[in-house]
């Protein structure tokens, strides 16, 4: 098949993306779908913040879900959810979402203050900011705490957060079993500061691993649930919950440390395993507590929510969480929903730990899907796949997909950042936006401005 005819077919099958564009067709595509995978195709554009948390308003309003959870630490997050949760009208803050400088401030050092680790641009930002205040004022119009919507973090970064956590929550409930957890994870030492240091002493020899005491320290706050609960209700119920999830994170954070030194697919398999235990995990709890099936949407990048087994990375071994949600959930459980962007600006970093900058994207390689959306002129769209067999067959050939994550590479971009893939079963449906630009830090460095496009534009190699 020519590329015209392609270009063509793609046009005839697209819904205009906009203010009041296209949200409709994509909410009655997601039909009845329980857990809604929101991807993204760089971690620092603007537009993809903002679609991603007006569907999620649309979904939480039309559809009734439960909750928002994230590609963030546990811990972090749950600085936000209890923020977008709490009853108390009286701290300051009438209108949450207004765009008043005292509002905002109010919200990013309350409901943000835990994202203090690199890459805090990725929630440290205005478009959180906003949501934030949204789910706030929505949150203070529900009067039965169980319906209120939940922000909730997937990841294991937070290693020394988490144990410190779980020893927060015993010493409340249970000091003895907290001496027993102060105990176990001193086994960590100063090391628990610097956990990529842990893994490697661990792996070489230099020092004993401790998995044995973090494996304990979940079993013990596990068996023990049933003395927890007596104490509160439901107010019991989610503390308990949320310091078992940190064991859980310190258990999969020790072993996510030590198997950086094993291989790349190794502790990416272990990472996203660890997303979909956790998202099965809030689940189950959230059902639990409303009485009926819980509805969760997620966000994450495009490599995490498009199926890996339709991919590159998937014909290496690894896999993912979107693979992980459609084998758990089931298809008609599950919506995947991908981004891409063709050029613009990206707020990204040159190496890890390093200050963010904004950076301008190269436009999209001549044999990648984003230039096959770019020569639609479209601009942005909206393409439903699952149902649609004219465009599933239209993306079902495999061809360059990129991904732009905290890091950006520009000089390197075919190697850094590109991928083959199967858009047709990677995803349910895609919305490419042509042209976007960078997320708008509120911690911005004074790196964070246009850098040179490079010599080797636009071919980047």
Known sequence: MSRQPIVEDLRREAHAWGHN????????????ASVVLLGEATHGSHEFYRARAEISKRLIYSKGFDAIA???????????????????????TSNPASDSTIARDKIADEALQGFTRFPRWMWRNTEIVELIGWLRSHNMRIAAPDR?????????????KSMDAVVRYLDQVDPAAARNARYRYSCFDH???????????????TKKNCEEEVVQQLVALTSE??????????????ELFYAQQNARVAQNAEAYYRSMFHGRDESWNLRDTHMMETLYALREH??????????IIVWAHNSHIGDARATEMGDHGQLNLGQLVRERFGAEETFLLGFSTHAGTVTAASDWDSPAILKTIIPSRQ???????????????????????????????RRLERAIGVIYLPETERLSHYFHASMARQFDAVIHLDH?????????????????VPETYPSGI
């Not at 796949?385 to 993306?395: D, K, M, P, Q, W």
């Open 191 to 205: 090391l628990a500061e610097d956990p990529q240091r842990y893994g490697y002493a661990a792996t070489f020899g």
């Open 148 to 160: 209120r919507i939940g922000f909730f973090g997937l990841d294991l970064y937070s290693l020394r």
């Open 21 to 32: 564009e296209g949200f409709n067709p994509l909410i009655e595509q997601i039909g009845d």
């Open 367 to 397: 044999d990648s899907f984003e230039r096959l959306f770019h020569n639609t002129g479209l601009g942005n769209f909206m393409l439903p796949i699952r149902g649609n067999e004219v465009v599933s067959a239209l993306l079902d050939e």
């Open 436 to 452: 976007t630009s960078a997320l708008r830090p509120l911690d911005p460095s004074p790196y964070w401005k246009h850098e040179e």
């Open 286 to 295: 959230i059902g639990q507590r409303k009485g009926s099936p819980a509805k």
């Open 70 to 92: 994230v590609e963030a630490d546990w811990p972090d997050a749950l600085c936000i959810s209890r923020y977008v949760q709490s009853s108390d009208q009286n701290d300051g």
């Open 225 to 238: 649930a049933g003395k927890y609960l007596a104490h509160d209700g439901r107010a019991a119920s989610d």
